[in-house]
């Protein structure tokens, strides 16, 4: 099964500017479509944002605009670069299989909070 390390959360300003990044092991990464997803306390957790295996994108409409998901398939590696970031971002943040629906064990997650 395939795992998944996330990183490059932190504590910034409203409007400021994070990139996540997540590496995948345990699979194929090239034949994975991949997605980020989000958790706020006392929420559901949601996608954010999805890529498939052949590169199309899908976008949460409350990040259109703002986030801007990529892959690199030679480092095994999905990021987020989250720009314009508003404090209801703030949440854990996780990556998973996608780019609709994550079929795999979850990581530890990022954790992304924007002060207002």
């Known amino acids: 099964q395939v795992q998944f390390v996330e990183s490059g959360g932190g504590l910034v300003q409203a409007g400021g500017s994070l990139r996540l990044s997540c590496a995948a092991s345990g699979s194929t990464f090239s034949g994975l479509g991949m997605g980020w997803y989000r958790q706020a306390p006392g929420k559901q957790r949601d996608l954010v944002a999805g890529?498939?295996?052949?590169?199309?994108?899908n976008y949460a409409d409350a990040v259109k605009g703002r986030f801007t998901i990529s892959r690199d398939n030679a480092k095994n590696t999905v990021y987020l670069q989250m720009n314009s970031l508003k404090p209801e971002d703030t949440a854990t943040y996780y990556c998973n299989t996608g780019p609709y629906e994550a079929t795999s064990a979850w990581g530890q997650g990022t954790q992304v909070t924007v002060s207002s």
């Open positions: 890529i498939s295996r052949f590169g199309r994108i």
